[in-house]
């Protein structure tokens, strides 16, 4: 059944419609929420949620899911950290991070591809891993006193530009270009959409799965660095909860739990909702604990409205 022009456009500029009707309402109600400095303050704070937002997204789009970003952060964090502690310059933390993470999302590729057990399983024990590993290195503590050069990555400007927001547009650039002009983003769609008509056409499913979770777990690692840079102490406990609101932004954004369907400007705004969310609420004063109430409903009603727009299909 042919979809009307109105059925098309709401599809496709649906989420970007309720962003830019919630920035209204909540500017109606709090005319400082406009302001340049709090705009600022937003992107910022989901600065790394869409930087790992986008590494899931890979991965659902697949078909998968990954239970243990905010544990890839922390270890990621503690390790960079660790590294700050001295005279090293601030990159060699970075480094370390991107390739601590690196290495776990090739591990959790391999370990999927290899014995086919569910992504849910091999990430969940993972997630123990990782969290696991960051309280043993650091003996349960805040790794802090970190140096200059290394907090910059978390807390410097770029002329005007905040640094978090900086990383933001990279990771932002480096996704678009993976998933919309190269390969890497059509042969994730092919296998979400019909892995088995995707291994007919000669797509190398055991190598792009594994490139795909490698991804993932180099943005956890390099955003577990930034977290850690921005707020100068690498803890163990840190990015507890990561993981939910960055899938949550991805499926905002249209990501599709089926498979085959997903974005990276959708994964952007689906998060952007949630931090003007947040930043709203908590500029009229609303408790955070109706915040996560309000933060579920949304999440509820985006999978829904995703289900209704797949059966439509059929």
Not at 27 to 38: C, G, M, Q, R, T
Not at 73 to 85: D, F, I, N, Q, T
Not at 219 to 241: I, N
Not at 252 to 277: D, E, H, R, Y
Request: net charge positive; hydrophobic share 50%; charged share 10%.
């Amino acid at each position: 059944m042919k979809k009307s022009k109105l059925s098309q456009f709401t599809d496709k500029f649906g989420m970007l419609i309720i962003l830019i009707l919630l920035v209204i309402v909540i500017s109606i109600l709090h005319p400082s929420f406009l302001s340049a400095s709090n705009f600022s303050n937003v992107l910022k704070q989901i600065a790394v949620y869409v930087i790992i937002g986008y590494g899931v997204t890979f991965i659902i789009i697949t078909t998968g899911i990954d239970l243990g970003l905010g544990s890839y952060m922390a270890l990621g964090g503690v390790l960079a950290a660790l590294c700050a502690k001295g005279t090293l310059p601030g990159i060699v933390g970075m480094i370390v991070a991107t390739l601590i993470g690196l290495a776990i999302g090739l591990i959790n590729g391999l370990v999927i591809s290899i014995t086919k057990i569910p992504p849910f399983i091999c990430t969940l024990g993972m997630t123990t891993i990782t969290r696991g590993a960051a309280l043993l290195i650091t003996n349960g503590k805040p790794v802090s006193q970190l140096n200059k050069s290394f907090c910059w990555f978390g807390s410097g400007v770029v002329g005007f530009i905040p640094t978090p927001i900086i990383w933001l547009i990279i990771f932002t650039i480096i996704s678009w270009i993976l998933m919309d002009h190269m390969k890497f983003g059509q042969y994730a769609r092919a296998i979400g959409g019909n892995e088995r008509a995707a291994i007919i056409s000669g797509i190398n499913i055991f190598k792009y799965k594994v490139l795909i979770y490698t991804y993932c777990g180099i943005c956890c690692g390099f955003a577990g660095a930034v977290l850690a840079a921005r707020v100068a102490s690498g803890s163990p406990g840190a990015a507890e909860g990561y993981e939910l609101d960055a899938i949550a932004g991805s499926v905002i954004g249209g990501t599709s739990m089926a498979g085959g369907v997903g974005s990276v400007w959708g994964v952007l705004i689906g998060s952007l909702i949630i931090g003007v969310m947040n930043s709203g609420l908590n500029m009229l004063g609303v408790s955070a604990y109706w915040q996560e109430i309000v933060k579920g409903i949304v999440i509820i009603v985006a999978v829904i409205m995703d289900e209704r727009k797949n059966r439509k299909k059929l």
